[in-house]
């Protein structure tokens, strides 16, 4: 079988706003962290709006971007932020429009 190469992309989204900035930084080092483990492009998207969750986006193609994760503005680490992203990756592993992550399902599930 040969395997298709993931050509997918993980976008952060995030406000423009000091109190965010601590988030954004535990956010976007747990999304590169995963992006790079899965050969997966990277982007950090900050908007002027004055919005106060950061959304992480898995997008493929041109098909619309699908949200795997939500700051909920309260407690959150590190190992919560990936293990939320490992989560919704594995989730949509098994989605036959995003076979060429079925491909690289062990190592989504190696992410910490």
Known sequence: MIETPCTGK???????????????KFISDATRKMATLLKLNFEVVIFTEKFMPIYVYYKNGDDEPIPIYCSNNDGFSNDEVC????????VLSFHPKHSTLRHIRKEIMRFS
């Open 10 to 24: 993980l976008l952060v989204y995030a406000p423009d706003l000091v109190s965010c900035k601590r988030q954004l």
């Open 83 to 90: 293990a939320s992203l490992r989560n919704m990756m594995f």
